[in-house]
């Protein structure tokens, strides 16, 4: 401890812990719809899949709101500090105060980092799952016949089609591709 602590710097260290706990929850959260939201996928479950992103959504969205109060600490462990906002870390403010609050400190900000981690993991493999499973849709809507660039002509109308590297005759076949008729 590179200086007695001071009310000032366990008032901010203390504030921190309890940002760091809001942010735990908010991360659990986080994790339960991603984990929700992967469940979703695996099943297949569009409603469910809609479902699940409005509220990794709402989470996001309050996670900016998180991210402004972190701001206000940062800079007033700057200004403690001595340093400019970017280089606050929690070790730095740990220096501040006794080592029991800055255990609690250091805790929560490994917990943090980890369940973080947790999440990112988790969100990597959702999105591998979807571009899976959207290059499967992919697939199959061209074996029906429907064209790379969809356009606005109607079925009939083969001649803009046709200017997107797909000839009347190979598209008439590529819509009967899936027709199992004799």
């Given at each position: 401890m590179t200086s007695p602590a001071t009310p000032l710097a366990r008032e901010l260290v203390s504030h921190l812990v309890n940002h760091l706990d809001e942010q735990l929850r908010s991360v659990v959260r986080l994790r339960a719809a991603v984990e929700d939201l992967g469940a979703a996928i695996r099943a297949r479950d569009v409603a469910a899949v809609l479902r699940h992103t409005g509220t990794l959504e709402a989470e996001s969205t309050f996670r900016a709101t998180l991210e402004e109060r972190r701001a206000v600490l940062l800079q007033r462990g700057s200004a403690m500090l001595g340093v400019e906002p970017r280089e606050v870390s929690v070790t730095g403010l740990c220096d501040l105060v006794d080592p029991e609050q800055a255990q609690l400190a250091k805790q929560r900000s490994d917990e943090l980092?980890?369940?973080?981690?947790?999440?990112?993991?988790?969100?990597?493999?959702?999105?591998?799952?979807?571009?899976?499973?959207?290059?499967?849709?992919?697939?199959?809507?061209?074996?029906?016949?429907?064209?790379?660039?969809?356009?606005?002509?109607?079925?009939?109308?083969?001649?803009?089609?046709?200017?997107?590297?797909?000839?009347?005759?190979?598209?008439?076949?590529?819509?009967?591709?899936?027709?199992?008729?004799?």
């Open positions: 980092l980890v369940a973080m981690e947790d999440v990112a993991r988790e969100h990597r493999t959702n999105r591998t799952l979807m571009q899976q499973e959207l290059s499967f849709l992919d697939h199959l809507l061209h074996l029906d016949g429907v064209p790379p660039d969809p356009t606005y002509e109607p079925p009939g109308d083969a001649g803009r089609r046709a200017a997107a590297g797909s000839s009347p005759a190979s598209l008439a076949l590529h819509r009967h591709g899936l027709d199992l008729r004799a």
